[in-house]
């Protein structure tokens, strides 16, 4: 059996010098919902492992 990776979203926000994390989700919506109730400043990170070859 294959397992899928999947995808997971991470919600970051700068606050000076660095960037700091708020959300981490395998939601789609609920990531680029959160970053866009905090404005500016925001990215939305997909993070998708790669699988493991056997």
Known sequence: MKDT???T?????FEKPHWRTVLTTKDKAKALAMAKEIGDKVRVQEITPKPKKR
């Open 5 to 7: 990776p999947v995808t």
């Open 9 to 13: 979203y991470v919600v970051s926000v």
